[in-house]
């Protein structure tokens, strides 16, 4: 039988090893920005057109190539960082594998000019699908500009497969906000679609961070600092009240490089325990410094994972070094009534009881009345988790409003004939609810009873709600007393004005919007002031990942958002009048055996159920 076996030509093998080291735009731009890094550059800049599909430039100052190098850095498995093997363990640049240039000449088409400090003049190189098409000699700068445009011109499929040019672009910032702030020395300009996005002079870490992510950063950092032989740790946390509910900030750089680790992340939640409430997340920038021989950064192509000899070690200083910096700050809180409680108090302390105190109160004054009334069917339900001071009263029986039956009406005739109980008194059906561990909410019907998943029930309801208000734009709003102003960073207010026209719809009233605040006057009802910074976080991170042009997915979108962070949450005592209203509103969903996550909001279990449990 003849020999089966060839070698691929190079312009194939480039194009498979492309798949590897360039998924989509950002995968370039952290390339080209990590060259531009290891050439010694002192200012570098990016451009980019279309989420990066039409064009990625990147121009620095650094070294430059001579004419040999330039043309050999097209090659695969050309490098000039590392010679032999062992040079592998002792790391001192971003790229090593020689694979990136030939890997994106592969599959783009490629413009490089570049010129060195001895050299009179530069070379000009054009590439494309791995073929040579120009060699000029230029006169340039010294430093190298790399041109990357139309992206997968050669690879239909893959050019389809990249998302949205928003996305794409979201994904660049990312990209470039990771090696920005790596490298706080380095002065960055960036700019999209023509338009400057960050100027970012050269400056120390704390500098770039505010740079970054705006003037409100600042108030939030408190520094972290430890030296010890193993590593020397420094950067900052975010102070543990500006907690976010998304993963917002968190950055982990090893030896000024992004990386990624659940291992030492849980280092750092394990310090801010008991200051944070559940389900939310610390901010963090920081830096490791180790001995660039007890770290492996060869684990993946894209080289976020990495390798460190003694992550136990390491795991034992950040926590502690974190931990040490909160409490030195002296940011664990402190009792003060005259702020609020949702903020102040230690978590371990939060949703216990706390012993009545003696106090004499006018029982019928009560500024806060509107606030915790209950409402059939649009989605507020008394939570008595840490809304405020008002817990401190429980028992005086403030603002105990009577359950009236005749308010909770069923919309739905079909599921009141075939759930429920029909021989139980006219228009209130549910006659009695109990809640399970904070968790569900049990009631009885003909065939059984039915427990019912507080929060997913309470999603559906809201997320029904929200987008029954987009389609007929017939939000009900409260205006805010005093308007607040909130800030963002450029970015967030980037998604902010994309989905405006549809918070609009929901309920939220804006008045200006400026650099880096904006003026909100009005919130859908369902939303209570002090939430309102979180939920728009929320919904902008939501957002920065899939922003979706068509407006169906964005209102529903929207409406989800809304619906998961405005939910009862698990662990959430409701008082009777709310289990019920709650029942009564799911039952009247159009979908109700589903959450808007797909999940089963409730389950039945029939007398017949019980009754073979008895045999
Ligand atoms: P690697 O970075 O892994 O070495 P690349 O394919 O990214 O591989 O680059 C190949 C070589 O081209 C580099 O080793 C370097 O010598 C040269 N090079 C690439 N970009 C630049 C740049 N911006 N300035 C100077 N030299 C560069
Ligand atoms: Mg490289």
Known sequence: MADIIRLLPDHVANQIAAGEVVQRPASVVKELLENAIDAGSTEIKLIVKDGGKTLIQVVDNGKGMSVTDARLSFERHATSKIEKAEDLFNLNTKGFRGEALASIAAIAHVEMMTKTEADEVGTHIKIEGSKISSQEVAVVPKGTSMLVKNLFFNIPARRNFLKSDQVEYRH??????????????????FYNNGGEVFILPSNDFRKRIVNIFGRKANEKLVPVREDTQVVRISGFVQKPEFAKKSRGEQFFFANNRFIKSPYLHHAVLGAFEGLIRPGTHPGYFLSLEV?????DINI??????????????LYAYIKSAV???????NVVPALDFEQDQNLDTPYAHQNKQVPTPKVSVNAGFNPFKDETHTVSNGGSYTKTSAKGWENLYEGLNVNKQEFRPSTIAFESEEINSTIFDS????GNRVTTTFQLRKKYIITTIKSGMVVINQSRA????LYENFLKNITIKEAVSQQLLFPLSLSFSKIELDILKEIKDNLCAVGFVFGEIGAETVEVRGVPVVVVESEVQMVMEQLISDFQMEISADSFSQSDMLAKTLSKTLSVKTGEFLDDRSQMALVNDLFACKEATLSPFNKRTYVIITENDIDRKFI
């Open 423 to 426: 021989e139980k008194d006219q």
């Open 300 to 313: 993946h192509p894209t080289k976020t994972e990495v390798k460190f000899d003694d992550e136990h070690t």
């Open 291 to 295: 001995d660039p021989s007890t770290i």
């Open 458 to 461: 309470h999603q559906r309801v």
């Open 323 to 329: 931990k040490h910096s909160l409490g030195q700050f």
């Open 172 to 189: 660049i910032t990312d990209e470039f906000h990771r090696v920005a702030l790596a490298h706080p020395q380095i002065a960055f300009h």
